[in-house]
């Protein structure tokens, strides 16, 4: 059980002044004991603050479970969750022990306390991210759960959905044919994987349905017209809508998967500004999505992007179900798809054995077994390292012959030096073995080798198909601002201008981070960029 009451950081003491602030958004109303101020799985909910009584948090009773008992709020604290800020359905319920007087601040005036009160936005968004973070810790972890096959490439896109999105879950692997802890839920290996919210299962299921049960998916908002949508939730995406955000502008950001992109992926970031220690990617990822949450960016995930076309002033960006979001600007940072190896049996060691990113949750797959890293660049170089570091015997292959070629110094330098790694250069992999899961790899210069996992970093591929109309290099960068090919600056004639910096070669379409021509593939870079595109989004709306 979680006492919040006593915990100053998740109900933190407030001042006379700071609650006569925080009272003044809220409208008054008088509860009754045993009423709920809202439930579990409500779509749409509101903060509370609570004048007199006590308020009881409860994960309601699963069809295993009875109900939990969280904690009890009591006089001069504030009811809610961080998913609200989002959108994100209610994960618990609050319930009135007593009689009692609470003050409702529905969604948009809490949005206005965030952007007009810094001393009560920061205390608000402390207490809501510790609660969230206690929560992982307890059973209200269970309201979302996630069976399936152990290692299978279903439960881990869920897994990795749940976990870069920052969700409150669960996770069960089965061994396979083994469905011993389902008994009674009638459930067949062909249903796996399940997600369980709230106690329901949802049979087969996919991020997408996930996303939808929980109010993450784009919903429009009447006749809405947002001022800037981004696509792509990469370090370019982020710092986008951050500003964006910021600034002033309705902002909505989309993702195919999650937030992060390959940043999310980096095991450790060591040459990032301002952080002299290093800070994972995960971490990095998961603070600037607080931040967006903070000045009222809507994050949606996984939500895919097929098309952009032109609509008058405005422009159309249409999601794979077929909505359709309006916007007066957009900023692509798509980012790059990752690149595969030719090899047989590939696609069937895909989320097996085979991964393009090394973070924990890809550790927990092969934790101090033999992998084999493939790359010669600085996302190699970090995920062989940081294997290594987790107890993982490591062999690094690099195609070329100079392994400081792409790679930087000092990562060349840990590499050579680390015993557990085995550096095979002018190297390739030939060959994949396993039942079910990778077990060996086959390496032209070493022979057969035993390894759980492979681990690949060959580069990426910008993802830019879904934009034909845009002026692309013959790689499929966009270009943009100066770099736009003269052919196509006829249609800015009528607007009197050619394109702004990262403007590409529709008007009010910018693009920033890997998916631009010339971008330096960098994090601090893509971070630049992102937040630069803002200052000629400006610049295009007041035209």
């Not at 504030?78 to 601040?105: I, K, P, W, Y």
């Not at 009638?186 to 049960?213: C, H, K, Y």
């Not at 809405?224 to 982020?238: K, R």
């Not at 100079?402 to 557990?420: F, K």
Request: charged share 20%; aromatic share 6%.
């Amino acid at each position: 059980m979680i006492d919040a009451s006593r915990d100053p950081v998740q109900s933190p003491p407030l001042t006379d002044a700071q609650w006569a602030r925080f009272t003044a958004f809220g409208t008054a109303e008088t509860a009754a004991a045993g009423d709920y101020l809202f439930r579990a799985g409500d779509p749409a909910y509101d903060l509370f603050l609570v004048e007199t009584g006590r308020v009881e948090i409860v994960r309601d009773a699963l069809s295993w479970s009875r109900e939990m008992h969280i904690t009890v709020m009591g006089e001069r604290t504030f009811v809610g969750e961080l998913g609200l800020l989002n959108g994100q359905g209610a994960f618990l319920s609050a319930r009135m022990v007593t009689d009692g007087q609470v003050l409702r601040v529905p969604r948009d005036q809490l949005r206005r306390l965030m952007a007009e009160d810094d001393e009560l936005c920061d205390i608000v968004l402390h207490a809501l991210w510790a609660r969230r973070e206690s929560l992982r810790r307890g059973p209200a972890a269970m309201t979302l759960k996630l069976v399936g096959v152990e290692s299978s490439r279903d439960l881990l896109a869920l897994q990795r959905f749940a976990e870069r999105l920052d969700l409150v879950h669960a996770a069960v692997g089965l061994p396979p044919g083994d469905l011993g802890s389902l008994s009674g839920h009638d459930l067949t290996e062909a249903d796996l994987p399940v997600a369980f919210i709230q106690g329901e299962p949802i049979l087969r299921a996919t991020p997408g349905i996930v996303a939808e049960r929980l109010g993450l998916s784009y919903q429009a908002r009447g006749d809405e017209i947002v001022d800037l949508v981004v696509v792509g939730g990469g370090p370019a995406g982020l710092a986008a809508a951050i500003y964006g955000a910021s600034e002033g502008l309705s902002t909505v950001l989309l993702d195919a998967v999650a937030p992060g992109g390959q940043a999310a992926a980096t095991s450790r970031i060591e040459n990032f500004l301002g952080f002299p220690f290093g800070v994972s990617g995960g971490d990095l990822i998961g603070q600037a999505s607080l931040q967006a949450l903070k000045f009222g960016v809507r994050v949606y995930a996984p939500c895919e992007a097929v098309a952009l076309e032109p609509a008058g002033d405005l422009l159309d960006i249409t999601l794979s179900d077929g909505r359709i979001i309006r916007a007066r600007t957009t900023i692509v940072t798509s980012g790059a798809a990752y690149r595969r190896l030719g090899l047989e049996r590939w696609s069937e060691f895909e989320g097996s054995g085979i991964y393009y990113a090394a973070t924990q949750l890809e550790l927990r797959q092969v934790i101090s077994s033999p992998v084999v890293v493939v790359g010669g660049a600085n996302s190699a170089g970090q995920a062989a390292l940081y294997l290594s570091s987790n107890g993982c015997p490591v062999h690094l292959v690099v195609r070329g012959d100079d392994l400081g070629a792409r790679m930087s110094n000092y990562l060349v330098d840990r590499l050579l030096e680390d015993p557990r790694v085995h550096v095979h250069t002018r190297s390739h992999v030939v060959g994949l073995d396993g039942t079910g899961a990778l077990e060996r790899v086959h390496i032209d210069t070493v022979g057969e080798i035993d390894a759980r996992g492979l681990f690949c970093f060959i580069g990426a591929d910008p993802a830019t198909s879904w934009l034909p109309d845009l002026d692309r290099d013959s790689d499929g960068f966009l270009r943009t601002g100066t770099d736009v090919a003269s052919q196509t600056l006829a249609q800015w004639q009528s607007l009197g201008r050619e394109p702004l910096p990262f403007e590409t070669s529709v008007p009010r379409v910018f693009a920033a981070g890997d998916v631009r021509r010339g971008s330096m593939k960098r994090v601090a870079a893509a971070v630049g960029e992102g937040s630069s595109a803002v200052a000629s989004v400006h610049r295009a709306l007041a035209g």
